[in-house]
Structure formats: structure tokens, C-alpha cells
């Protein structure tokens, strides 16, 4: 019911908050806890509600599945992608920290890619696995060729930023496609985090994005700007320099980072009048 308590599920009588996704809460229910992922008001300990928890992923079988919808996405925007036969594994919380959803890790000999798999954390709902995938499919593609499978090596160490926001940037085209729980807010999250990596990553390369008018193109213009001795992403053949022979581990990704929305859910308003429909992003949104 709309003018029921998104607690008790009582009708509001008295005092209440309405929450800024419009839920409204009676005062003998507050304080309330806003869920780590969707930002909705819920009383569990473990600081997911009941919707999230009840969706969260625990093995790899479950993941895979989700990752179907991404990569048929991904066919829309990069027609005949090879991303479909990187394993996808969902692994301890404790792998990745407090910090990190997700991350994908490769190994290479020289100019060939010995193997590769994308880990994603377990627990996350069902939602937020195929977010962190949109995003690791992105590391998947500067590492390899999306559609020749050519190793390319990402940008370089040096291109953190340029390498996370390109990833991000997915992140965000993903999440605007799918929607889903609080997906304005998780939108925000991402163009709004002040980490310099991620977030300024995102503003750094939003604008090329928009630019290039498509993935295909924004990678091919991030490739363009790579330096000598670096694979060319475009090509998958070396530039002037020397590629060493050994297996060496892919290290200059790092772990996607974790975004919680309810970190940035402006207060509750009490006795608040209901509000407009929340607009839709500014998707060309520029820096």
C-alpha cells in the first residue's frame, strides 16, 4: 500500500519520513538502516533488504547465468564479441575486502594471452553481479581483442584511470539498459564517486565516449593514444619495444570497486509530501 509503513507494512497515522525513493516509514519504526545495494529502508542486521538478500548469488552456476543478459547486451553494442567463452567464477567475500566486487585477472606469454577469468563476489544480488560483469567485460575487452581475441594488454599501469573509467562508462550504459532496484541512484553512484581512480576515471573519459558515439570506437580511440612498447589494441601486434617471453600475471587492473548507493541517499524528510517520479539521468552527461 502506498501510504503503509515500508517497515511494519502498518498504515501511516502521525509522524512519519518519506524516504528520498519515496518509502515511507512510521516514527515508532525509526531509525531505519538504507540497504548497501538499492538503498531501500529495511531492519536487517546484515544491512541488505529482504529483495536483495533474497536474490544474492552464492556460485558460479548462478552467475554465469546472469552474465547471458550482459553479453547479449554487449552484442548490441560490439556485433560478433568473442566475451562469451571467459569463465566467470564467484568466489569468497573475503578474496576481495571490504572494497572490491569484483575483478578480472589474466595471464600472457609475450604478444599471447595464456588465460583469463573474470571473479565476482559472492553474495552480491542479482543485480549488482551483472553491473561488476558490464564492468569486467570491459577489462576483458582492452586485455583482448573483443572480436579477433588478439591479446592487447589493456592501456598500461600508467592509464589506471583512463582503463577504470572506460570500464565504468560499460557500468553505467549497463545499468541505464537494465534499470532495476534504485537504478538512478546507482547511476549517480558511479558519475558522482570522488575516488580519483574510478569516479575520475568516469569524468575523464565520459566525454570521449559521447565523442566516439559508440564502445567500438571509444576503445579504438583509447588504444589510439598508446604509447610505443605497448601491444596496439586496435592490431594485436606489438608496437616498437620489447614484450617478454615469460607467463607473466596481468596486474595493472584493479578490483572493481564497491559502490553503495545508500552512501549518498539525501535524508529522509519527515511528514514529506510525495514527490515526482525521479528523472531519468542525463546518460550524455559531460563533465
Known amino acids: 500500500m502506498a501510504d503503509s509503513c515500508a517497515i511494519c507494512g502498518q498504515k501511516i497515522v502521525g509522524n512519519h519520513v518519506r524516504t528520498s525513493l519515496g518509502e515511507l516509514v512510521c516514527e515508532a519504526d525509526l531509525p531505519v538502516d538504507h540497504c548497501r545495494w538499492c538503498a531501500r529502508v529495511h531492519r536487517r542486521p546484515d544491512h541488505r533488504c529482504e529483495l536483495c538478500a533474497s536474490s544474492a548469488t552464492h556460485n ?6 546472469l552474465s547471458r543478459a550482459v553479453l547479449q547486451w554487449l552484442e548490441g553494442h560490439i556485433p560478433g564479441h568473442n566475451m562469451g567463452d571467459i ?46 560483469l558490464a564492468h569486467e567485460y570491459g577489462h576483458v575487452m582492452l586485455v583482448r581483442h573483443p572480436t579477433t581475441g588478439a591479446f592487447t594488454g589493456g592501456l598500461g599501469g600508467t592509464r589506471d584511470d583512463e582503463e577504470e573509467g572506460f570500464c565504468e562508462v560499460l557500468r553505467v550504459l549497463w545499468i541505464d539498459h537494465a534499470r532495476g532496484p534504485s537504478w538512478e541512484y546507482r547511476v ?19 566525454p570521449a565516449y559521447v565523442e566516439a558515439g559508440s564502445v567500438t570506437r571509444f576503445r579504438e580511440t583509447l ?21 617478454p617471453d615469460e607467463i607473466v600475471i596481468g596486474g595493472s587492473h584493479r578490483p572493481t570497486l564497491a559502490i553503495s548507493p545508500s552512501q549518498r541517499v539525501p535524508p529522509v ?11 531519468r539521468p542525463d546518460i550524455s552527461w559531460r563533465q
Not at 103 to 129: C, H, K, Y
Not at 188 to 206: A, E, L, T
Not at 269 to 279: E, F, H, L, V, W
Open 188 to 206: 549517480k553512484s558511479v558519475r558522482d564517486n570522488p575516488d580519483p581512480v574510478y569516479g575520475g576515471g568516469f569524468r575523464r573519459v565520459w
Open 269 to 279: 524528510a519527515r511528514n514529506a509530501p510525495p514527490q515526482d517520479s525521479p528523472r
Open 60 to 65: 558460479s552456476r548462478e552467475a554465469v547465468s
Open 223 to 243: 588504444f589510439g593514444q598508446v604509447a610505443p612498447g605497448v601491444i596496439d589494441g586496435n592490431s594485436g601486434t606489438e608496437r616498437d619495444g620489447h614484450v
Open 87 to 132: 569463465p566467470v567464477e564467484v568466489v569468497a567475500g573475503d578474496f576481495f575486502g571490504s572494497s572490491s566486487n569484483g575483478m578480472t585477472r589474466w595471464r600472457s606469454a609475450g604478444n599471447r594471452l595464456v588465460d583469463m577469468v573474470v571473479q565476482v563476489r559472492s553474495g552480491l544480488p542479482a543485480f549488482e553481479i551483472q553491473s561488476v
